[in-house]
């Protein structure tokens, strides 16, 4: 069974930067895509940034020239590279995974805190 499991989140000032791991139990190659994803209170979780396993990327418009996501095959890993961070960037950031259309991966997710 695949395990997500998440690191690096945390408190941290506006303007500030954190590193997002995502470690796979296994390949990530296996996934046609892999991203991130951030809920906050009361708001509805929303597609942070994702890439495929061809390569392209997708930001959502707010983090753009923020927030880097990126994959480490060797060690199984995907990251969000999160600069300049603002307030409103916080949230519990879950990392997920997609397998064809129908296997779907969530961690358990890492909480990231802006303060001003």
């Known amino acids: 069974q695949?395990?997500?499991?998440?690191s690096?989140?945390?408190l941290?000032?506006?303007?500030?930067?954190?590193?997002?791991s995502c470690a796979a139990s296994g390949s990530i190659s296996i996934f046609n895509t892999m991203g991130w994803y951030r809920q906050a209170p009361?708001?509805?979780?929303?597609?942070?940034a994702s890439i495929?396993?061809?390569g392209s990327l997708i930001y959502a418009d707010s983090v753009k020239g923020r927030f880097?996501?990126?994959?480490?095959n060797a060690k199984n890993t995907v990251y969000l590279q999160m600069t300049s961070l603002k307030p409103d960037d916080t949230a519990v950031y879950y990392c997920h995974a997609q397998k064809?259309?129908?296997?779907?991966y969530?961690?358990?997710?890492?909480?990231v805190t802006v303060s001003t």
């Open 12 to 20: 941290v000032q506006a303007g500030g930067s954190l590193r997002l």
């Open 100 to 104: 064809r259309s129908w296997f779907n």
């Open 2 to 6: 695949v395990q997500l499991v998440e």
């Open 68 to 72: 880097t996501i990126s994959t480490d």
């Open 52 to 54: 495929t396993s061809g």
């Open 42 to 48: 009361g708001k509805q979780r929303e597609l942070v």
């Open 106 to 111: 969530w961690g358990q997710g890492t909480q």
């Open 8 to 10: 690096g989140g945390g």
